[in-house]
């Protein structure tokens, strides 16, 4: 079993950067990453505070597809978006036949292979659970239509990616995550202050994805395709005194519809928004206003159902991570805490959203 990378050492993590990197620091703490190890390191030359990024390859991230991840990265860097930049590598990772990013790094982890990279900090605080402000909507629809703009001409993936939270099958997999919830209620591993209302959600992410499956994926290959981020959400946005000060983690990022990319950031915008439609409706206008190449009307008329979608795929997977996450694995409470955000704004439009969607 490989090495897990959250036990290198502040000695091993300086070698890396500075073998690898050309860059002498000194390690500081690991931060919060869902895969990849972050470890924030201060340089030397007193440049100005880093992270170094690592992880293990796996199916879904192979060497060929990481250094891709971090060639769309640097589009959106250089696009003058808020995005970390990238400390080159001393010898980088060359794909083979392939263009290389130049940042990323193969490092011996005691015989493992491990995947890493150098780049800056960027300010700021998560944005997810911090009070919000008036117009964080507007501001999202901005930072997606920029973000939009400037991967339209990135070239695709090395091979096709798909993953549970891939747009194109959003409906399949709600549906896959509610099986997974009726039978854990089934097997009475659903516990009681999960709230009577399970059931009743479930049955309502149902009709959702029942309706992206008849209304949105049929429509899906006649609409533009581009390199998308595909996960713009509060989680992966930092704030900092009234504005966005970062968007991270692009290891989701694939070729999909363009609609993907507005259709997610817009539905991360109505959590804990006291009218979550019209902070939708503030985030659409402010995207179609922001953008090079605004949505096409095709494209406008699927977004808030598919942005529906998105959220029961949120809420049922991380509903199902929680009931089978182990007892006391933090993955149960931080499964259970997406949930508890994400129910009440399902529970809040999706009769309007679906009902709509029907009538059109």
């Avoid at 516990?191 to 149902?206: C, E, H, K, N, T």
């Avoid at 998105?310 to 805490?337: F, I, K, S, V």
């Amino acid at each position: 079993m490989p090495r897990p990378l959250h036990s290198l050492t502040r000695a091993e993590i300086a070698e890396i950067c500075a073998r690898h990197f050309g860059c002498e620091v000194s390690a500081g703490g690991f931060m919060a990453g869902e895969i990849a190890v972050n470890v924030a390191v201060e340089p030397a030359d007193g440049a100005g505070r880093l992270v170094l990024k690592g992880e293990y390859p796996n199916p879904a991230m192979m060497p060929e597809h990481a250094d891709w991840v971090c060639r769309v990265q640097q589009r959106a860097h250089a696009a003058g978006l808020p995005v970390a930049g990238q400390r080159p590598a001393v010898e980088p990772f060359a794909p083979p036949g392939g263009e290389s990013s130049g940042v990323l790094a193969l490092v011996d982890i005691d015989g493992e292979l491990a995947m890493f990279r150098l780049q800056e900090y960027l300010p700021g605080s998560v944005a997810a659970g911090r009070d919000s402000y008036p117009d964080y909507p507007a501001q999202v629809g901005r930072l997606a239509a920029r973000l939009a703009d400037a991967l339209a001409a990135a070239a695709p993936e090395p091979a096709p990616v798909l993953h549970p939270w891939a747009f194109e099958t959003t409906g399949a997999n709600v549906a896959f995550a509610c099986d997974r919830i009726r039978t854990l209620e089934a097997a009475g591993r659903v516990p009681a202050d999960y709230g009577a209302a399970l059931s009743a959600d479930v049955a309502l992410a149902r009709r959702a994805a029942l309706a992206f499956e008849r209304r949105v994926r049929p429509r899906l290959p006649e609409l533009p395709r581009q390199v998308v981020h595909q996960d713009v959400n509060d989680f992966n946005l930092l704030v900092a005194d009234g504005r966005i000060t970062g968007l991270i983690d692009f290891g989701d990022c694939r070729s999909a519809p363009r609609l993907a990319e507005a259709a997610i950031a817009g539905s991360y915008t109505m959590l804990g928004r006291a009218d979550p439609r019209a902070a939708f409706a503030a985030f659409a206008a402010a995207y179609q206003e922001a953008a090079e190449h605004p949505l096409a009307p095709a494209e406008a008329r699927l977004i808030e159902l598919s942005a529906l979608a998105r959220l029961c795929l949120n809420a049922c997977t991380w509903t199902a991570r929680a009931l089978t996450a182990g007892h006391g694995d933090p993955q149960a409470e931080y499964g259970r805490a997406r949930m508890r955000r994400t129910w009440p704004v399902v529970r809040a439009v999706a009769a309007a959203v679906l009902a709509e969607a029907e009538a059109a």
